[in-house]
């Protein structure tokens, strides 16, 4: 049970005082006491200290105080009324008091307690209400302070009305159907009066009178729709059999525009307007003697004969706490009922002798006790009906309380549930990871601790009872925790009873019921096996929704590269030292608490969320852990090397590696796998060096010394292949640094080096000369090695045919070293030499070497006729002196 309120006696009639309270009034540091015998008593309420007591220091018992009395009085106006004084009630702004006695209403003076006026018009009358509120002239705008009176006088309303501090108007009546029995504002222009067949809402201004109908089905049933709240029907047996007793209907305003309607055991919530609110009943055993709401709670007293008060959540309805006053029959709140300035001061209960003063507890230590109780709803249901300037970290404690209640859910197996309010709550995922076992969370669980290592592996089998017991004991922790910090709070910060309250008994719990209902807690919440198998399974199915939603809110902070898409601001002397980023929510923040370096926290998440993400697909879907990886993750890569190793998932190993550009170990495996050098078994798929190629293809140009590494292999496995890393129609290939890849080519096969420089040159039209003299060099070098370096004759044949091509098609290379690389005794280049000295502009020499030493004559032609016009071709064609004329 929750402690709200703790009751102290202010006053009690002494044992010879033979007289009845009937009514109260407080205002102020005033108490008004009406008596059955007409006598009004006002008393002057100390304040006395409702904090606790401090202990006792050093062991030295403190010196005895005598205790001041809770309440003096001040005054006693015998002759106030001949009859008793049913009911009292303050217009301050008026500075009178009114009364209810004999059945009329009167006006005193409030300083004076002298009589000014008895109303004449409440003859008969059984109830009155005033209300006071601040109202804006419609034309001027001046706020002026408007207070009302409203009598019950049989079937009618009478009203008067003051305007600041004058009587403005004459009395206005309303008449309804039936006696009014009570009455109630719900606004400053509206009221509520409680009659036998029924309740309705008056507006005082148009005098327009609303029926209030409770909704079909509520509380009804007969099923009528629209029926009047209240009304005796004939669908029940009513209350004409019960000696003609009827339930008394009651209603008190309550916060955020609502009223509670009561009549019996039936409880309707309307608001201002008169519209029922679909609410269900208030589940009062017996009827309530009276109801009402000190902020934030909803109040029922029992009946006399059990003396209690009942507080209750007016949003859930909970039953929190029950107090014993012995013999209460009425209570009182003091205006204004539901503001702030109310929060915490003492309404009063009273029964005929005595008169009680509510103290409210501190706030924060209401909610340690409703979550040391583990009654996290209604921790949240009060926090947020509580305002933030009374509770020291509202938002803070709301997503505490969720986060505890989400871990409840997930050790009662309800993991659905859980893992939504951990994610409604923004919980740190590493507080939500650390409630799976190894297998998931890895170091940070903290539920296998003393597994055996290789049953995190093997999830489904059941490793004995030890690790239940730590499991269940680890997971308890956090409510534990914060159980014995509560109940510590309790020990020092709660009051003792004083001497004087010894007649009240409040039914809250003692250390010994508050150790029973903990136990019980934990016993409830605490797993009664490991999580394993199929129940690990589907924790761990929500929990890939958990991290994929983190993992979407996380990229709205952090970059691919792990840098903050938005640098935070350097710390000014104008914030406070606890200002956090927008994304602390995400960090699990140490205690005590210690400065924070957040983008590196805040990376360590994103890498925590990812390796968590891949072991849960890895448990539950491992198809679906590829496309993890083909998006830009934070995944560990050991982690993730190890368990894609052991199930033999290389193609997702590779794309992992490639995603996290650790190209080398990626290519370490691929060369492993291709040349089959591994002790596993490999998909045919990953045999050769295919993959490879195609993973080198793949890497960026500043990447040339790893792909010139890498591709030595493939190149000697399969060079046809290998050599498309270099000459594939790519943006990769085409800005490779060529002058190393040339230079890498010529050490391993001179032919692979001259099928690189005829693809750059022409297919790439590269016109560096380096590379126009290198392939002729290299044509060169190997036709001068000899037969033995060709298949045949035809292929020297072609080879030629290329160096005299390329000799005639290209401008780039340097002519005398060509010509100086030339033999000038091999007939095989003589025909090279031709085109290198034409080249040269030695026209006469090539031409001779057509004519005299190759006798092709239409070489000859094809060699003058582009370098000279027809009048010069006698000259060319002279016959040389040495030559000699054969036929």
């Not at 059945?103 to 059984?126: C, F, M, P």
């Not at 030493?853 to 010069?872: G, I, M, R, T, W």
Request: net charge negative; hydrophobic share 35%.
């Amino acid at each position: 049970m929750l402690s709200a309120f703790t009751a102290r006696p202010i006053i009690e009639l002494k044992q010879r005082d033979k007289s009845r309270i009937e009514s109260i009034l407080a205002y102020g540091d005033r108490v008004l006491v009406g008596l059955h015998t007409g006598c009004l008593r006002i008393y002057r309420v100390n304040e006395l200290n409702d904090g606790t007591e401090t202990p006792e220091q050093n062991g030295n018992a403190q010196p005895e105080r005598p205790k001041p009395r809770a309440a003096d009085l001040l005054r006693e106006e015998e002759k106030f009324s001949r009859r008793p004084i049913q009911q009292l009630a303050i217009i301050k702004e008026a500075n009178i008091l009114v009364s209810l006695s004999d059945n009329y209403v009167s006006i005193h003076d409030l300083q004076s307690y002298a009589l000014q006026e008895r109303l004449e018009k409440t003859k008969g009358a059984t109830a009155f209400a005033v209300t006071s509120n601040i109202v804006k002239d419609a034309s001027t705008g001046i706020p002026s302070i408007v207070s009302r009176l409203a009598v019950a006088v049989k079937r009618k309303i009478v009203l008067w009305l003051w305007q600041d501090m004058e009587l403005s108007t004459e009395a206005t009546e309303i008449t309804l159907v039936a006696a009014v029995k009570s009455l109630t504002w719900g606004t400053g222009t509206k009221i509520v009066a409680g009659m036998d067949p029924g309740f309705v809402l008056v507006d005082v201004n148009t005098q327009e009178i609303t029926e209030i109908n409770k909704p079909g089905g509520l509380g009804d049933a007969g099923g009528q729709s629209g029926s009047r709240f209240g009304a005796v029907t004939s669908s029940g047996m009513g209350y004409m059999g019960m000696g003609s007793w009827m339930p008394k209907p009651m209603a008190t305003r309550l916060g955020e525009g609502q009223m509670l309607l009561a009549k019996d055991v039936n409880s309707l919530f309307i608001d201002t307007d008169g519209n029922p609110i679909e609410k269900r009943q208030i589940p009062w055993v017996s009827a309530p003697e009276a109801i009402g709401y000190s902020y934030p709670y909803m109040l029922a007293l029992q009946p006399p004969s059990k003396g209690v008060l009942e507080v209750r959540n007016p949003d859930t309805l909970s039953l929190l706490q029950t107090i014993s006053l012995p013999n209460a029959n009425f209570l009182h709140v003091p205006q204004p009922n539901i503001s702030l300035a109310h929060a915490g001061k003492g309404f009063l209960v009273a029964s005929d002798r005595c008169i009680w003063r509510m103290g409210a507890l501190d706030y924060d230590y209401q909610i340690d006790e409703l979550v040391t109780s583990g009654r996290y709803d209604e921790a949240i249901s009060l926090l947020g009906m509580l305002e933030d300037t009374l509770l020291k970290d509202k938002e803070g404690r709301v997503r505490e309380i969720k986060m505890l209640k989400a871990q409840g859910l997930f050790d009662l197996r309800k993991y659905r549930e859980a893992l939504e309010l951990f994610s409604d709550a923004k919980a740190p995922p590493e507080r939500v990871i650390a409630l799976y076992p190894k297998s998931i969370a890895g170091d940070l669980s903290s539920v296998e601790s003393n597994k055996d290592p290789e049953s995190d592996a093997e999830p489904e089998e059941a490793n004995g009872g030890t690790s239940t017991t730590n499991s269940k004991a680890t997971i308890a922790t956090p409510v534990s925790s914060l159980g014995r910090s509560v109940v510590g709070k309790f020990k020092t910060e709660h009051k003792k009873a004083d001497s004087d309250t010894s007649s009240v008994r409040s039914l809250k719990l003692t250390d010994s019921d508050t150790a029973s209902i903990r136990g019980k807690i934990s016993e409830t919440l605490t797993t009664d096996k490991a999580l394993e198998g199929k129940d690990l399974k589907i924790a761990v199915n929500e929990l890939r929704a958990f991290l994929a939603q983190t993992r979407v809110q996380l990229k709205r902070y952090i970059d691919t590269d792990g840098s903050l898409k938005i640098p935070l601001p350097p710390p000014s002397e104008s914030e406070s030292e606890n200002s956090k980023p927008p994304f602390h929510y995400f960090i699990l923040e140490p205690l005590p608490p210690e400065p924070i370096d957040w983008e590196l926290k805040l990376r360590e998440v994103a890498g925590l969320v990812d390796t968590t993400l891949f072991r849960a697909y890895m448990l539950v879907s491992p198809s679906l852990a590829g496309p993890l990886f083909r998006l830009d993750n934070f995944c560990d890569p050991d982690v993730v090397n190890e368990k894609l190793y052991e199930s033999g998932r290389y193609n997702d190993l590779i794309d992992f590696l490639h995603g996290k550009k650790l190209h080398r170990e990626a290519l370490e495996l691929l060369e492993k796998f291709g040349k089959n050098e591994a002790d596993e078994e490999v998909t045919p798929a990953l045999r050769g060096p295919q993959r490879t190629v195609g993973y080198l293809q793949q890497l960026p140009p500043e990447m040339i010394d790893l792909i010139l590494e890498f591709a030595e292999w493939p190149l000697r496995t399969d060079p046809e292949l290998g050599m498309e890393i270099f000459l594939a129609d790519t943006e990769n290939a085409e800005t490779l640094p060529r002058h190393k890849v040339l230079d890498f080519l010529q050490r391993i096969d001179l032919k692979l080096a001259v099928r690189y420089l005829e693809h750059i040159i022409e297919e790439l039209n590269d016109l560096t000369p380096d590379f126009h003299q290198r392939l002729i060099d290299l044509y060169l070098e190997r036709l001068k090695a000899g037969q033995g370096e060709f298949g045949s004759d035809d292929e020297r044949k072609q080879w030629l045919g290329k160096l005299e091509g390329f000799l005639k098609s290209s401008v780039q290379y340097n002519k005398i070293r060509a010509r100086s690389q030339l033999p000038t005794d091999d007939p095989d280049f003589f025909e090279s030499r031709a085109i290198v000295l034409s080249k040269m502009g030695q026209h006469r020499q090539a031409l001779q070497i057509y004519v005299f030493q190759l006798q092709d004559y239409n070489k000859a032609e094809e060699c003058v006729f582009p370098f000279s016009s027809p009048s010069h071709h006698p000259t060319i064609f002279q016959p040389h002196p040495n030559r000699r004329t054969t036929h």
